[in-house]
């Protein structure tokens, strides 16, 4: 199909549910993107945090080659070798611990809705989240978000949640009732602004957790597989949460959701009581392997610390030079750049001079490059910002 053609296929038979760029990429590779009319963009927001290896990894590559030669669907009423592996490496890079395989970030947050009012047994059935928060569309997981603009339209919505200010002690200390059974939390909220949560902050949930038989519930759709160069965002806390909930990264760019939950509590979960056809599938576990092989192999968590430390002190020299940068925030490759100006058109200008990043909360530019970014891509993607940030300076 020509450009125009695409166009006119969205306009008239795709539902309008996307604010899109006029761009058609075609062709991928690392941290490399190449459009309909062959010009190349560096990837610097790889799709909400999908790509985390970049584009089309040769091992992920080779491990759906492998699979789909062999067989593609089998029901999850009979074992799967491709999903025992993968459930057997995750629960060796979390805690003990049993897997529930899905197909995305909300379906896994919805399992551990649905995983938290059965631990409670009809009695406690209350969930607190947070304000500024990200878990889902889906209606259970859409009314855990702590964000209106969301859930405007879609009342009324499933009742039990509790949204309190995040990073407040008190504030979660008064939601507490008799009927709470769980804390539902990012620790670094993506689509809130890239907010990070106090160490000190997280401890003390964990310790309230453990006092009142809560669950502590960790999404790490956005965080996991890397993002924050550490497997887990969990891991730079010293915490265990109860469940945590994955997607995005994880499949490499097919879909993927698992929650995972700690093994002393994952049997209050019994055969019937939650299913997903396409949970856990021979390819897509096959593929998610290939994305922790990679990230192993080729030392990307050393990688992603490394570059961190290089793009925060760059940035943070960007800040001295560019007044419109409030500041500058994230844990590892999740950085968020707040501006004192609206964020969109740096993202359009950089996308015209070749970069894809983002922005989320109107101000706050959003830029998670892949684990294995070199200094040469990341000076290069900060030459471009630079260009932009300075147009919009004057």
Same mark, same amino acid.
């Given at each position: 199909?020509?450009?125009?053609?695409?166009?006119?296929?969205?306009?008239?038979?795709?539902?309008?549910?996307?604010?899109?760029?006029?761009?058609?990429?075609?062709?991928?590779?690392?941290?490399?993107?190449?459009?309909?009319?062959?010009?190349?963009?560096?990837? *610097?927001?790889?799709?909400?945090?999908?790509?985390?290896?970049?584009?089309?990894?040769?091992?992920?590559?080779?491990?759906?080659?492998?699979?789909?030669?062999?067989?593609?669907?089998?029901?999850?009423? *009979?074992?799967?070798?491709?999903?025992?592996?993968?459930?057997?490496?995750?629960?060796?890079?979390?805690?003990?611990?049993?897997?529930?395989?899905?197909?995305?970030?909300?379906?896994?947050?919805?399992?551990?809705?649905?995983?938290?009012?059965?631990?409670?047994?009809?009695? =406690?059935?209350?969930?607190?989240?947070?304000?500024?928060?990200?878990?889902?569309?889906?209606?259970?997981?859409?009314?855990?978000?702590?964000?209106?603009?969301?859930?405007?339209?879609?009342?009324?919505?499933?009742?039990?949640?509790?949204?309190?200010?995040?990073?407040?002690?008190?504030?979660?200390?008064?939601?507490?009732?008799?009927?709470?059974?769980?804390?539902?939390?990012?620790?670094?909220?993506?689509?809130?602004?890239?907010?990070?949560?106090?160490?000190?902050?997280?401890?003390?949930?964990?310790?309230?957790?453990?006092?009142?038989?809560?669950?502590?519930?960790?999404?790490?759709?956005?965080?996991?597989?890397?993002?924050?160069?550490?497997?887990?965002?969990?891991?730079?806390?010293?915490?265990?949460?109860?469940?945590?909930?994955?997607?995005?990264?994880?499949?490499?760019?097919?879909?993927?959701?698992?929650?995972?939950? =700690?093994?002393?509590?994952?049997?209050?979960?019994?055969? +019937?009581?939650?299913?997903?056809?396409?949970?856990? +599938?021979?390819?897509?576990?096959?593929?998610?392997?290939?994305?922790?092989?990679?990230?192993?192999?080729?030392?990307?968590?050393?990688?992603?610390?490394?570059?961190?430390?290089?793009?925060?002190?760059?940035?943070?020299?960007?800040?001295?030079?560019?007044?419109?940068?409030?500041?500058?925030?994230?844990?590892?490759?999740?950085?968020?750049?707040?501006?004192?100006?609206?964020?969109?058109?740096?993202?359009?200008?950089?996308?015209?001079?070749?970069?894809?990043?983002?922005?989320?909360?109107?101000?706050?530019?959003?830029?998670?490059?892949?684990?294995?970014?070199?200094?040469?891509?990341?000076?290069?993607?900060?030459?471009?910002?630079?260009?932009?940030?300075?147009?919009?300076?004057?």
């Amino acid at each position: 199909m020509k450009k125009q053609e695409v166009f006119k296929v969205y306009q008239d038979d795709i539902l309008n549910t996307y604010t899109r760029q006029p761009r058609i990429f075609v062709k991928g590779k690392g941290m490399t993107l190449v459009d309909i009319d062959g010009k190349k963009y560096l990837d *610097f927001f790889p799709g909400w945090g999908v790509s985390n290896l970049g584009h089309c990894h040769p091992k992920v590559m080779s491990a759906i080659r492998d699979q789909v030669s062999k067989l593609i669907h089998i029901p999850n009423n *009979f074992y799967n070798v491709q999903q025992a592996k993968l459930a057997e490496a995750l629960v060796y890079h979390t805690f003990p611990s049993k897997v529930f395989f899905c197909n995305s970030g909300t379906e896994a947050n919805e399992a551990a809705i649905k995983f938290s009012r059965a631990y409670g047994e009809g009695k =406690r059935f209350e969930i607190i989240t947070f304000e500024n928060s990200f878990h889902g569309r889906t209606m259970g997981s859409l009314a855990a978000t702590g964000q209106k603009k969301y859930q405007d339209g879609f009342a009324p919505l499933p009742e039990g949640f509790k949204t309190v200010k995040f990073n407040s002690l008190p504030a979660l200390e008064q939601a507490i009732s008799d009927k709470t059974i769980a804390i539902m939390l990012e620790l670094v909220q993506g689509e809130g602004g890239i907010n990070v949560a106090d160490r000190s902050y997280v401890y003390k949930i964990r310790e309230i957790c453990n006092n009142k038989n809560i669950l502590m519930i960790v999404d790490e759709v956005q965080t996991g597989i890397g993002r924050t160069a550490k497997m887990f965002a969990f891991q730079h806390y010293g915490i265990k949460p109860d469940i945590i909930t994955l997607a995005k990264a994880l499949g490499g760019g097919l879909p993927i959701g698992a929650m995972i939950v =700690r093994k002393e509590i994952a049997d209050t979960f019994k055969p +019937g009581m939650h299913a997903s056809t396409f949970g856990g +599938g021979l390819v897509i576990c096959k593929a998610a392997l290939g994305v922790l092989r990679a990230i192993r192999k080729e030392n990307m968590l050393k990688n992603a610390s490394k570059m961190s430390t290089y793009i925060f002190d760059k940035l943070d020299h960007m800040k001295s030079k560019y007044k419109i940068i409030k500041t500058v925030r994230g844990i590892g490759l999740m950085i968020g750049i707040e501006l004192n100006i609206e964020g969109k058109p740096i993202v359009e200008e950089c996308l015209n001079r070749g970069m894809v990043i983002n922005c989320t909360h109107n101000t706050v530019l959003r830029i998670m490059p892949a684990l294995n970014v070199t200094k040469k891509q990341a000076d290069k993607a900060l030459h471009i910002l630079g260009k932009a940030l300075l147009k919009f300076s004057r």
